[in-house]
């Protein structure tokens, strides 16, 4: 049995297998889905795959797929933004001569392995120049090159670049199938595993790294903390939400797009509680602060939250949020009507 390491993928990964063993795989694939989906992970299994020397690629335990998982392959290169040389800080674009550089290393004959494969992480982030440059490689790659492409915001890539790869769609996995998984394979209580299952809307990656790693569900806690200060607080408050927001988009849009989300998801679990469903709220853990909050909301006011979050996110996709759109959500929330005092929640 092939040895995928990846959940709920099996539509792309049957492909895949197919395409290996009939060698007829694609010179360059595009991984697309919502950040954390494992678009990365299916990328370096990609490579493992093609690279594999053992029965069924990609085996796991060859000298070759071992030295991939290891990130120590001569022939596999990630492509993702470096530091600056003079200054050391970060760009935030993949450039020009991060594409030329792979021109000259594609020519060459792989090392070790079979195939070269290059992976653009977040292609999404590739400069104007560079995706132009890359596209003249995407046309014909010599045969022993593999180039795989992911990316969460699919539509900021160029058209051109899209059609000359085969595209790949992860789709998360069903809540209860992911619920298992948590408990099987990583000894998670079942109470922790819904939640995990629950606010990661399936998303295997984030689920499991927030296992590993308390500090992405410290990072909600404190997201969602602040989203009520938001909430609770007067106008003063909320513009200068905004302003923070607009300047963080500037720096890492990415960041203001999760938090987006979060508030989202916070608003409809509101909805949810006031049509009756409660079975449907995904922050669970959040339940009695919202069950008091949506105790001093009208539907109306929170159904138009929900649509004008949603024209901001479709906005954020598009590149195109302003620090006034931003001020207009803020005007949209409504300010909570007082709890009667015998109804103070603890
Ligand atoms: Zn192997």
Known sequence: MAAWKIHGQEHLTQTLDRGIRQGQLAHAYLLVGPPHIGKDTLALQLAQAVNCVGEDPPCGQCLQCRRIERGIHPDIQRIVPTPDEKTGRMHTEIRIDQVRAIERAIALQPYEG?????????????????????????????????????AAEEEALLPTIRSRCQRLELRPLPEDRLVTMLAEEHGVS??????????????????????????????????????????????????????????????????????????????????????????????????????????????????????????????????????????VLMLTLPAPKPVPARQEMA
């Open 190 to 327: 079942p109470e922790d595993a819904r939640l995990l299952a629950r606010i990661s809307g399936g998303n295997v990656g984030w689920a499991v790294s927030a296992v590993a790693n308390p500090r992405l569900l410290d990072e909600r806690q404190r997201r969602l903390e602040t989203l009520l200060s938001v909430v609770d607080g007067g106008m003063e408050r909320r513009f200068q939400y905004a302003q923070e927001l607009a300047q963080q988009f500037g720096r890492d849009r990415n960041t203001v797009r999760e938090e987006m989300g979060f508030w989202l998801l916070w608003w409809r679990d509101l909805l949810v509680l006031m049509q009756q469903a409660p079975e449907l709220v995904v922050n669970v853990d959040w339940r009695q602060t919202l069950e008091d909050r949506a105790r001093r909301f009208h539907a109306g006011e929170v159904a138009r939250v929900v649509r004008e979050l949603v024209a901001t996110l479709e906005r954020l996709e598009q590149n195109a949020i302003s620090r006034m759109a931003l001020d």
């Open 114 to 150: 079979r195939y070269r494969v290059f992976i653009f992480e977040g292609a999404e982030r590739l400069s104007p120049d560079a995706a132009n440059a890359l596209l003249k490689t995407l046309e014909e790659p010599p045969a022993h090159v593999l180039l795989l492409l992911t």
